[in-house]
């Protein structure tokens, strides 16, 4: 899933100081798990806005909205009867849903509500880890299911670095050191002969330093 937080409530008033009827549209996706985007948090920071301009002795006129994802031209098409009809639309999906919105609807102002972080998961109630980088080519078989690209602070492919002590990474004693955690799995399996095999390079073609990447199913395109 995405994980993403949402913005300061200062930052958000700063963006919408000059507007005094917003549209604030939520999504159903991977920001309502994570408890950001969805239609309880759309209610929530509605409240808020309404609440610190009236403390400014002014009103804030503010709708709500939640979609079923903002990242599909078929969901948002359901606002386009009703988008002009605001100074500006606060978008609380991740960085993707105010730029589908944007170029659907290039006449008016879309405005991030969340800062997109990671993809990740839950680990306990209420607190969700970066699991995965994005990189376009998965190699976690490699390492026991555990990807050292996004679970290391320095992406090393090939065993730990020096920094590495008591199990954890040197930037954090809170931060567990994913290499000691493969060869702890490689070990309890009897497989740590697995880390000396010679692996052929990664191919970083499909990674974000080659562009905007595009997925295509030629059996789906119309």
């Given at each position: ?202 191919s970083w073609d499909t990674a974000r330093d080659g562009g905007p990447r595009r997925s295509v199913r030629e059996e789906l395109v119309q």
């Open positions: 899933m995405i994980i993403a937080d949402r913005k300061p409530l200062a930052e958000l008033l700063e963006m919408i100081q000059d507007c005094d009827r917003i549209l604030i549209l939520g999504c159903k996706g991977c920001v309502t798990v994570c408890n950001v985007g969805g239609a309880k948090e759309v209610g929530i920071l509605a409240s808020a806005l309404k609440i610190a301009r009236k403390k400014e002795g002014r009103t804030l006129e503010v709708d709500e909205r939640t979609l079923e994802r903002q990242c599909d031209p078929e969901y948002i098409e359901q606002v386009k009867n009703e988008v002009g009809d605001y100074d500006a639309v606060i978008s609380m999906a991740c960085g993707v849903g105010p730029q589908f919105l944007s170029t659907a609807y290039p006449e008016q102002r879309f405005y991030p509500a969340v800062n997109t972080t990671s993809f990740g998961g839950a680990v306990q109630h209420g607190v969700w880890e970066e699991r995965c980088a994005g990189c376009g080519q998965c190699v976690i078989h490699y390492f026991g299911g555990m990807c050292p690209i996004a679970r290391c602070s320095k992406s090393l492919l090939n065993g730990p670095c020096g920094g590495s002590a008591g199990g954890k990474c040197e930037i954090s004693k809170d931060v567990d050191c994913i290499w000691d955690m493969i060869v702890r799995k490689k070990t309890e399996q009897g497989r740590l002969e697995d880390l000396l095999d010679v692996k052929p390079p990664k």
